[in-house]
């Protein structure tokens, strides 16, 4: 199985890149997790969607070979991250979306806002939210890297098991 993970914060020290991080390695060897990238990605303007955008391409490459998304993102200010939304709404028009079954991740576990809108937007495009598989870890007021979260027990452990169920909501249509 191939998921795409993409994190919504471009901070050099981002928590939402920590987790994707720490999932591709806690991955099990039948699952192979590609980190993409949004933050070359343009302002999205409709008049631009037929133009070659490098990193749109690259984005839409990963996502049609991925079998599942995986989407860690903060909330500002009770919404979805700008950079993230920008990536959605390239999105939002291609045959990639549509179906992808997703797996949320929320690093900050009072953050229910931008969850909630982010649940909204992704329906909206078509893709299937697997809930069982999305997790919620406090990495927020941590400092721990990719690899204290793998080393973390409870946090680990919570990933593992989203991503167990990630693959069994996945697995049977491969
Ligand atoms: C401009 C801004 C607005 C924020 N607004 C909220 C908010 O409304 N609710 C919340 O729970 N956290 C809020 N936060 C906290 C971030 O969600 C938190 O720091 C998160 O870890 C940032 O993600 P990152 O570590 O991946 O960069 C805000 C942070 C910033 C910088």
Avoid: C
Wanted: hydrophobic share 45%.
């Amino acid at each position: 199985m191939k998921l795409l993970a993409l994190s919504g914060s471009l901070r050099r020290l981002s928590h939402n890149t920590t987790a994707v991080k720490a999932l591709k390695i806690l991955a099990p060897d039948h699952v192979e997790v590609t980190i993409g990238s949004i933050s070359e990605l343009p302002l999205f303007n409709p008049d631009r969607e037929g133009e070659n955008i490098p990193a749109l391409a690259t984005l839409k490459l990963a996502l049609e070979a991925a079998d599942g998304l995986v989407i860690s993102s903060p909330e500002y200010a009770h919404g979805i991250s700008g950079p993230l939304k920008n990536a959605l709404d390239w999105l939002v028009s291609g045959s990639e979306f549509p179906e992808i079954p997703i797996m949320l991740i929320n690093t900050s576990p009072r953050a229910r806002h931008a969850q909630d809108a982010l649940r909204e937007v992704v329906t909206t495009m078509s893709g299937r939210v697997i809930e069982k598989a999305s997790v919620s870890i406090p990495l927020l007021g941590t400092e721990l890297d990719a690899q204290g979260v793998v080393e973390h027990p409870e946090m680990s452990t919570v990933i593992r098991h989203g991503l167990n169920e990630f693959y069994l909501a996945i697995a049977p249509k491969l």
